[in-house]
Antibody, heavy 119, light 108 residues
């Protein structure tokens, strides 16, 4: 059973870049056919899909965030990462990493990391 | 982008009662790629239903999903105390994947 754990800066200044990492345990990030995603949830609000990186390495991003997002995989560390540039207060949210099989739902989730954008 | 509208926004029920939650899509959801998640305060969402009606291993059979096309339903046959939470639907058949706004099931 996969386990995912987010880590990264909890406070980011406006206009800077948010960086988070998701460590995967219980399986190899390179095997099993899994792909990897980031989802966020502003305080008291609903869920927003940010993007994902497929097992093949291809990436897909939410069009609303596409110009500011990058998701990458570090297979040597069994982890994947999110970078979101030019952040504003509207990017304040709990950020979740999650796994999925192609054409499947998000089946394993991290516990979430709160990122606050404030000067 | 497929917009998912969940109703009602809040459902006030007592333990033991039946809960019926609705998720309506702005266009047909491809191949019933529709999932339901449960979220409790301070926790990550938990997958309850995928493919509109399939339950992952470990999900109690009091949770059931139905529907196709644009109309989907999550039914909790008899509410247990641990079922009071927020429920989200999600479509993963079209990009961008989208979530509904959620239905809160609260204790009456």
């Amino acid at each position: 059973q996969l386990q995912l754990q987010e880590s990264g800066s909890g406070l980011v200044k406006p206009s800077q870049t948010l960086s988070l990492t998701c460590a995967v345990s219980g399986g190899s990030i390179s095997s099993g056919g899994y792909s990897w995603s980031w989802i966020r949830q502003p305080p008291g609000k609903g869920l927003e899909w940010i993007g994902y990186i497929f097992h093949s390495g291809s990436t897909y991003y939410n069009p609303s965030l596409k110009s500011r997002v990058a998701i990458s995989v570090d297979r040597s560390k069994n982890q994947f990462s999110l970078k979101l540039s030019s952040v504003t207060a509207a990017d304040t949210a709990v950020y979740y990493c999650a796994s999925f099989m192609v054409r499947g739902p998000f089946d394993y989730w991290g516990q979430g990391a709160l990122v606050t954008v404030s000067s | 982008e497929i917009v998912l509208t969940q109703s009602p926004g809040t459902l006030s029920l007592s333990p033991g009662e039946r809960a019926t939650l609705s998720c309506r899509a702005s266009q047909s959801v491809s191949s019933s790629y529709l999932a339901w998640y449960q979220q409790k305060p301070g926790q990550a969402p938990r997958l309850l239903i995928y493919g509109a009606s399939s339950r992952p291993t470990g999900i109690p059979d009091r949770f059931s999903g139905s529907g196709s096309g644009t109309d989907f339903t999550l039914t909790i046959s008899r509410l247990e105390p641990e079922d009071f939470a927020v429920y989200y639907c999600q479509q993963y058949g079209s990009s961008p994947q989208t979530f509904g706004g959620g239905t809160k099931v609260e204790i009456k």
